[in-house]
């Protein structure tokens, strides 16, 4: 057991000391032993340090029981890289309250590869889903990686996306790394950590706090080359990550959505604000200077593969749900009839059901 990395997991779980702190109390001390040896008078000294914090590090309590944490993180497969290791991130270094280390179940992402963060509303709309998919998929087909937050609506279809393109693909938490959160998430967490990894910096037991999820959004920014919104409300934590990304100096791509609608607002406001509108995955690869040939299309003509009376279906749907009544009443056919071809369809890949009797067109390779 490594004392030094003993010592690192020790700093970096106590709660008080955040990365400007930890900072602080590198540039005294010098090293993790220091600070750790430091007595209540020489901590006292220091600027941004206060009693609290001085109580969280002299508690005898937690010493007792630092080395007894770390083999946890060794039982769970989990590790610890912090600022002083090789394969810390080098774009983590650059950015305001650089992490002092990161917890890492899996892999970092391969600095030698493209990486995108795909990030969007927790409640998003079918249309945000199936785009969502269609750009994570393809781009991860075409070897980039994919990078997101795990959350509810568009980071959890983006991953599941990835995992389908076989480019590893990373989560970035704001809980702790052994906690999932959502917990519905739980089979994604643990393909994430066979196929790409989980991060964060926060230790085992943390749970998701609402402030360290923003501050979570900095590390997804830091990671990636590029920052694609896919849908988002006016506030939008998706949008912090944007504003992280142009702090960074990365590039921020944006869906374009219809003028009114609640989820289009703040990708518009970016484009707006000068990200570059994407309306295909080759768009972001064009950015990347990857060429790739993109498969998957937004097909409007019907595809070959189906036949007369599927093809008339298939026309009257587009990537908006639409209610089978509608349908029934643009396409002439029975209910019977129109419920038994789109679960044909579905079942064939070309149609979603996103809930009872709404239907969508899938994106399909052409």
Request: net charge negative; charged share 25%; glycine share 10%.
């Amino acid at each position: 057991m490594s004392q030094q990395k003993v010592l690192e997991n020790w700093l970096a779980g106590i709660n008080e000391i955040g990365p400007i702190k930890a900072k602080v109390l590198l540039d005294a001390f010098g090293c993790e032993e220091g600070i750790w040896n430091a007595t209540k008078g020489e901590l006292e000294k220091l600027e941004k340090i206060n009693e609290k914090d001085i109580a969280a590090l002299l508690d005898e309590k937690r010493k007792v029981v630092v080395a007894e944490e770390y083999e946890k993180l060794s039982q769970k497969g989990i590790r610890i890289v912090s600022i002083h290791d090789e394969d810390y991130p080098e774009s983590l270094r650059v950015i305001d309250k650089m992490p002092y280390a990161l917890y890492v179940r899996g892999a970092l992402p391969d600095v030698h590869k493209a990486s995108i963060a795909i990030v969007g509303a927790r409640t998003c709309t079918p249309y945000g889903r199936e785009i969502a998919s269609w750009f994570g998929r393809e781009l991860s087909k075409a070897g980039v990686q994919v990078i997101s937050g795990m959350a509810y609506g568009i980071d959890s279809v983006a991953h599941n996306a990835a995992l389908e393109g076989k480019t590893p693909t990373f989560a970035v938490l704001g809980s702790g790394i052994d906690v999932c959160y959502p917990k519905e998430n739980f089979n994604l967490y643990m393909e994430i950590c066979k196929q790409g990894g989980v991060i964060s910096e926060y230790g085992l037991g943390v749970p998701g706090k609402a402030f360290q999820f923003p501050m979570r959004n900095r590390i997804i920014s830091g990671l990636c080359d590029g920052v694609l919104v896919v849908e988002a409300r006016k506030r939008s934590g998706s949008l912090i990550t944007a504003d992280f990304a142009l702090e960074h100096g990365k590039s921020v791509f944006a869906l374009p959505g219809r003028i009114g609608d609640v989820f289009s607002e703040g990708c518009l406001n970016l484009i707006k604000q000068g990200a570059e509108p994407v309306t295909e995955p080759g768009d972001i690869l064009k950015s990347f200077q990857m060429e790739q040939i993109v498969r998957g299309k937004m097909i409007n003509a019907e595809p070959c593969e189906l036949d007369t009376p599927e093809k008339i279906l298939y026309a009257s749907l587009s990537l908006e749900p639409k209610h089978i009544e509608t349908i029934v009443e643009e396409t002439g056919f029975l209910v019977t009839e129109c419920l038994a071809l789109l679960l044909k369809m579905e079942l064939d890949g070309f149609v979603n059901q996103t809930s009872q009797n709404w239907y969508t067109r899938k994106i399909i390779e052409g």
